[in-house]
């Protein structure tokens, strides 16, 4: 029994493990790609430093913002508020059945908005690009304290 225990703890703090570090390896990517492609300066400048005629296209910049910010709030809705300030224990679909639905159109609208945005600099490597990065953000969410 004693060896049963031993064994299912072993194999749940490997899982954990294996959960941490891949989010760490999305996190990683996503960073050595920002790093590589100027992310910081293009946002900031609308431009990449070593080809100034390429422009970030600003409208579809700030929808993908807009769309992002929009996918944050729900899911703070649905992670702090729902779960641990009014502890609702039913599932977010029964309580809240149109927040997923939302969540997901504000995330798909924010990842096609950057890729328009980051097109004319990047053009067809804005896809992947953005999909890393998103990820990448994405997984930051392991590591926050709960």
């Known amino acids: 029994v004693e060896a049963e225990l031993a064994q299912t703890r072993l194999q749940a703090w490997l899982d954990f493990t294996w959960r941490k570090l891949n989010a760490l390896l999305w996190i990683t990517v996503a960073a050595g790609i920002a790093i590589f492609v100027d992310l910081v300066p ?3 400048n609308g431009y990449p430093p070593a080809r100034p005629h390429r422009h970030l296209d600003r409208f579809f910049f700030n929808v993908g913002i807009a769309g992002f910010v929009g996918w944050l709030i729900i899911a703070a809705y649905l992670i702090i508020w729902l779960k641990y300030i009014k502890k609702i224990k039913a599932e977010w679909e029964e309580y809240s ?3 997923i639905p939302i969540a997901t ?5 924010s990842l096609v908005a ?3 945005a980051f097109w004319p600099i990047w053009s067809g490597f804005s896809i992947p690009i953005v999909f890393f990065l998103f ?8 590591f ?3």
């Open 42 to 44: 293009v946002v900031q």
């Open 97 to 99: 059945p149109k927040a």
């Open 105 to 109: 159109i504000c995330a798909v609208g």
């Open 114 to 116: 950057f890729c328009a």
């Open 135 to 142: 990820l990448g953000l994405l997984n930051t969410a392991h």
């Open 144 to 146: 926050v304290p709960v």
